[in-house]
């Protein structure tokens, strides 16, 4: 951003001279040609807040999720994920044949490479979505809002491990609680809070296995292949769920049955919009947006599902804040400390 602000200073600089050296002394610009054009942070401003709109719009609409899932019963959540599968695909193909945004897709799906990626981030997130849907189903949705909060500690975890980054002094730490944590959570419990567990590796991996796609691909060709590479096995379930007597689907009337197919919408929209922020936010921004859905979702777990939260447990998820807030706080002065490394010539 430094960067850019220089070559408009010098642009402007530039200008300015020109204009000097070949109007008169007194001269000065009259009426709308004297406005000055708007300042060049005003742009940038108006795009943040686009921004800020589009990354809230996602974690709300993520943090919600629970209340729709709520919606689908009797469905189970075998059935609601193979039919969140199926309807995404078809949403997909609909956006893309309105947008006439075939071509990227059709380029990305003739790369081998890109599309085994891309196939192994599906199998990644069906299981998340498994796991998450489950929870909500079977009163574990605070372990689920867990999961979610533990997910930026994952990532940390996976980038050493993975990646062989170094943790800086504040990430330590914050990765020191977090491991507290889960002990105490492990004992409020009485066992190891699988759900949560499974819910941050298996998100914490599919964002690790899409950072290495890179911008080779948008968001909605990108999800087009992912479902795509899921569709078979998701219509082969809920196939064998209709045969077998045990799907709602066709059998519970036109408005659950339209519940179930709004769930294409509802995995696209989010996805879409997060996508919209993440090109116009810091990454410093989206990632104190992403507390968005956990939050509301452990809201919703208490005031609406009654979840019991025992002291004990409170405890663990008192931790486990305390671990996100230095590792936020570590995360904001990342900007200062690259700077002072610039300075320092390092």
Not at 9 to 19: F, H, L, P, Q, Y
Not at 190 to 199: D, E, F, I, K, Q
Not at 213 to 228: M, N, P
Request: glycine fraction near 8%; charged fraction near 10%; hydrophobic fraction near 55%.
């Amino acid at each position: 951003m430094s960067s850019s602000n220089g070559t408009g200073a010098e642009r402007s600089a530039s200008m300015s001279a020109t204009a000097s050296s070949q109007a008169p002394a007194r001269s000065a610009p009259q009426g709308p040609a004297a406005q000055a054009p708007a300042p060049p942070t005003a742009g940038r401003r108006s795009e943040n807040s686009t921004g800020i709109l589009f990354g809230v719009g996602a974690y709300v609409l993520w943090g919600l999720l629970p209340l729709y899932f709520v919606l689908l019963v009797p469905a189970g959540a075998v059935e609601i994920v193979a039919s969140r599968i199926v309807f995404s695909l078809v949403f997909c193909v609909a956006l893309l044949t309105t947008l006439r945004s075939w071509k990227a897709t059709a380029a990305a799906a003739r790369n081998p490479r890109l599309v085994a990626t891309l196939s192994g981030a599906a199998v990644l997130i069906a299981a998340n979505w498994l796991t998450y849907a489950w929870a909500v189903l079977n009163e574990h949705a605070v372990e689920a809002a867990l999961g979610y909060f533990i997910n930026p500690l994952v990532s940390v975890l996976l980038g050493v491990v993975i990646l062989k980054e170094k943790l800086r002094p504040l990430q330590w730490v914050a990765m020191a609680v977090g491991f507290v944590a889960v002990l105490v959570l492990t004992f409020a419990y009485g066992t190891v809070p699988w759900v949560a567990l499974a819910l941050a590796f298996s998100f914490g991996l599919y964002g690790l296995v899409k950072k290495g796609v890179g911008g080779k691909i948008d968001a909605i060709s990108s999800l087009t292949i992912e479902t795509a590479a899921l569709t078979p096995i998701a219509a082969g379930v809920l196939i064998w769920l209709s045969l077998s007597g045990t799907a709602t689907i066709l059998s519970n009337g036109a408005a659950h049955f339209w519940l179930l197919a709004a769930s294409g919408i509802i995995t696209a929209v989010p996805l879409i919009f997060f996508g919209a922020a993440a090109r116009r936010l810091p990454l410093s921004t989206v990632g104190m947006l992403q507390y968005l859905a956990p939050t509301l979702q452990f809201i919703i777990a208490l005031a609406v599902f009654k979840e019991t939260m025992p002291p004990e447990r409170w405890a663990g998820f008192g931790l486990i804040w305390l671990a996100l807030v230095i590792l936020t706080a570590d995360m904001m002065g990342g900007p200062r400390r690259n700077r002072l490394l610039r300075a320092a010539g390092v």
